[in-house]
């Protein structure tokens, strides 16, 4: 069973899913909520989304070059408590240009 917990209050997922009995999934609504939204801010980039998916956690994020170091952010889950987590991230690199006026 996969959650899509990109368009869902996160804390919200996060209770569903625990109570459910899925922490795998649990720590996938925490994981977007706190910690990856964290890193890809300070790194200019967005996350777009968080699927949980067994005892994997997709991470979807988008933005600008050069993309974030993901040793870096492999350290921050680690230190957030997620070290056991297999998390997989999809990075998909944008330029932006305004509209012409």
């Known amino acids: 069973m996969a959650i899509a917990i990109s368009l869902v209050p996160p804390l919200a997922v996060a209770g569903l899913t625990l109570r459910s009995g899925s922490l795998s999934q649990c720590l996938g609504a925490l994981l977007l909520q706190a910690v ?14 968080v699927v949980a998916t067994g005892d994997r956690v997709l991470v979807n994020v988008t933005g ?8 870096v952010r492999r ?4 230190d957030a408590g997620l ?9 998909v ?3 932006y240009k305004p509209l012409p006026g």
Do not use: I, K
């Open 83 to 91: 070290a056991g987590l297999d998390v997989r991230v999809s990075l």
């Open 93 to 95: 690199t944008v330029s």
């Open 64 to 71: 600008p070059r050069p993309s974030p170091d993901l040793a």
């Open 36 to 49: 990856a939204e964290h890193w890809a801010n300070d790194a200019g980039w967005s996350v777009v989304g």
């Open 75 to 78: 350290r921050d889950l680690d």
